[in-house]
Structure formats: C-alpha cells, structure tokens
Nanobody, 115 residues
Framework: QVQLVESGGGLVQAGGSLRLSCAAS????????MGWYRQASGKQRELVAV???????NYADSAKGRFTISTNKPQNTWFLQMNSLKPDDTAVYYC?????????WGQGTQVTVFS
C-alpha cells in the first residue's frame, strides 16, 4: 500500500504563488505518471497537470503558463508550482500517482485565492 501526502496549500492573494508537494510513503518504486487534480466546490474533479516517467508533461489550459509540475524521483516526490494565482484556482488539490495497475490519491490540500 502506498500513501500520498500533500502539503503546501493555503490562503493566498490573487497574483500570488504557492508550491504544492506530494510525497509517496514508500521509495524504491517508479510511478509511471504523477499528477495534480483539483475539485472546486460544486464541481467535478479536473486534471491540472501530469508528468510521466519520461518527463513529458501535460497541462490543463487553465494552468498553462502559470503552473509547473516537477518531480524528485529519488524521493518519490512531486510538486506543483502555481504562480499568478486567480480566485478561480480556489479548490481542493489532490495529487495522484499511477504505479503499475494501481492509482493512488492523496487526501487533498485546500488552496484558497482571494482578490
């Protein structure tokens, strides 16, 4: 069993930045994909960014140019650097990791952007 633990959420003014981290409880495993999703109140969960084991990234249109996903493979940790935050970015952010045939989710971290 693998647990993912997010950190780095919080309250930030519009235009500000936050960096989210996701740490896997076990090392020595290579995730084939690592990503970030978010779910705003009353809305469905949506993809924000994903990176595969080869380093290929994919971003939601809303994240392009503002958010950057990165990894620290030896530590089985990945990050989401969020710049130029907007109130529409307010949501619970979840990290996700694909390992073999299993998909693991973190517990979520709240990001609130106020204007």
């Amino acid at each position: 069993q693998v647990q993912l633990v997010e950190s780095g959420g919080g309250l930030v003014q519009a235009g500000g930045s936050l960096r989210l981290s996701c740490a896997a409880s076990r090392r020595g495993y290579s995730f084939k994909a690592m990503g970030w999703y978010r779910q705003a109140s009353g809305k469905q969960r949506e993809l924000v960014a994903v990176i595969d084991a080869g380093g290929t990234t994919n971003y939601a249109d809303s994240a392009k140019g503002r958010f950057t996903i990165s990894t620290n493979k030896p530590q089985n940790t990945w990050f989401l650097q969020m710049n130029s935050l907007k109130p529409d970015d307010t949501a619970v952010y979840y990290c996700q990791g694909a390992l073999g045939s299993y998909t693991y989710w973190g517990q979520g971290t709240q990001v609130t952007v106020f204007s």
